[in-house]
């Protein structure tokens, strides 16, 4: 549990991170910058991470089937293209408002999504009241910022 805490804490300190070189690459085509990312974030970084961590990773693979592993993929094209959305949004109407619409998105989606499809009856308890409380807080916040990300042009 200790290693799963501190790759979620680099995790999020490189997602905070991230975006700072951009600024300073104005010779390089967004395109590019994209692919580096892609290839280190999701190809390299990933597959070192894998061997390091998954005793037999190919044998993982062919235990888990290919459908499962046709799904994943597709997930995983999903969010590729979700990627891409959101670097030419970056580019069209900035980081600030970017950041503050794909966090307070993400924020409903992946607290309420699996929530309804794996455990509905939670809803009723105090886990659903907890993030009702929590979404009730985090929308107005997520609004603000959006408003005061687009006001500063």
């Not at 949004?89 to 699996?114: D, E, K, T």
Request: charged content about 10%; glycine content about 12%.
């Amino acid at each position: 549990m200790f290693i799963g805490l501190l790759l979620a804490i680099l995790s999020g300190v490189c997602f905070g991170v991230c975006f700072v070189p951009v600024r300073y690459m104005n010779k390089f085509a967004w395109e590019n910058i994209w692919f580096i990312y892609s290839l280190f974030g999701v190809a390299i970084f990933t597959l070192l991470l894998g061997w390091v961590t998954i005793p037999s990773m190919l044998g993982l693979y062919r235990e888990i089937g290919w459908r499962m592993n046709l799904l994943v993929i597709a997930a995983g094209l999903l969010s590729g293209a979700g990627v891409v959305m959101y670097g030419l949004a970056l580019v069209r109407i900035g980081m600030a408002l970017v950041n503050a619409l794909g966090n307070g998105i993400s924020l409903l989606l992946g607290a309420f999504v699996p929530l309804l499809i794996q455990h509905r009856e939670a809803i009723r308890g105090p886990l659903g009241l907890s993030l009702l409380l929590g979404l009730a807080f985090a929308v107005p916040g997520v609004v603000i910022c959006a408003i005061a990300a687009s006001e500063r042009d």
